[in-house]
């Protein structure tokens, strides 16, 4: 069975998601919500977590949670483990109450902290719980526009700082901030995360891979970590493909963004904006390019050219 990765290391931050086993409810009762609080305020106090952003639905939870320590693992195995016991316990049950390993998600905090706060605090909303977020008891969002006394657990500031330094101006930005999608369809943030696991720009995900990935041996196990195995950049990608097309700039482009879009491993954004077309086109581009070389043999010739130069039995 493959396993997540987990990177960690001092000052990461993550959002965390766990859900029921068969997706039944881990949150039963009030008395339940209140428990849980508590095993999130000892993490605190025992591992040094931080946590930013919470919602506690019926059968799942979401948190924003920073690591000063880098012992991601530790903390989740109190949280988890703490709560399942007491859950048992309680209920006079054996066996699994989560469904699986938790899922952590590396994040580029300066890029997505807000982004994901509003996410995290209009799941309620999304789910038709409530109308609007302030009516949920059980998320951190009260807390961030000022209705109720913050926890001693639970750290708002760093992201209210995002929208302003007086506490009063930031609570009603970010209000407004969230306001603006409620009762809308957008996007989930978490789209943009890379290989199930690091949701950032491009240098914050490269950083990340050199800095703790680089040394890792590639696990069957571990597919993330073989999504992630270093790729093709698209500058080397485009300097062997000049090399072999000469003369020729519009089939230097597809063949270019062609060998991009299969080998560099960059998201469709990256790629469109590396090329400076929509996101559609590198798909479509590549498409086409893939079935003009059943019929061109020249053409496929020198793709394969292009593919030795870059050695792709390494990628």
Not at 12 to 18: D, E, K, V
Not at 142 to 157: I, N, T
Not at 294 to 312: A, P
Request: with cysteine.
């Amino acid at each position: 069975m493959s396993r997540p990765l987990r990177i960690e290391f001092p000052g990461a931050f993550y959002h965390i998601t766990s859900r029921g086993n068969e997706q039944k409810d881990i949150f039963k009762s009030q008395r339940d919500r209140i428990k849980f609080f508590s095993y999130l305020e000892s993490a605190t106090q025992r591992y040094g977590a931080v946590i930013h952003v919470y919602c506690l639905m019926d059968n799942h939870y979401h948190l924003l949670l920073e690591t000063p320590l880098g012992n991601l693992s530790q903390i989740m195995r109190h949280i988890n483990g703490a709560y399942t016991t007491y859950f048992n316990v309680k209920r006079k049950r054996t066996g699994h109450l989560l469904q699986g390993r938790y899922k952590a998600i590396l994040v580029d905090v300066d890029e997505y902290a807000k982004e994901l706060s509003r996410y995290i605090h209009l799941n309620p909303v999304r789910g038709e719980i409530i109308d609007r977020p302030e009516e949920y008891s059980w998320s951190s969002y009260r807390y961030y526009v000022g209705l109720e006394e913050v926890p001693d657990w639970l750290v708002v500031d760093f992201i209210l700082s995002y929208f302003d330094t007086k506490a009063s101006n930031a609570q009603k930005k970010y209000r407004m901030f969230v306001d603006e999608m409620v009762g809308r369809e957008y996007d989930s943030p978490l789209k943009e995360t890379v290989a199930s696991t690091i949701l950032g720009e491009a240098d914050f995900v490269d950083g990340i891979k050199r800095k703790y990935l680089n040394s890792k041996e590639v696990d069957r196990d571990l597919p993330a970590l073989r999504e992630l195995s270093p790729k093709l950049s698209p500058e080397r990608i485009i300097g062997e493909v000049k090399s072999v097309i000469k003369n020729d700039s519009v089939l230097l482009n597809k063949v270019g963004l062609y060998f991009c879009h299969r080998y560099s491993g960059r998201r469709l954004k990256e790629i469109a904006k590396y090329f400076g077309v929509g996101e559609s086109a590198v798909s479509q581009t590549s498409r086409r390019l893939e079935f003009r070389l059943s019929k061109d043999y020249k053409l496929r010739r020198k793709i394969e050219r292009i593919g030795e130069k870059l050695d792709l039995s390494n990628v």
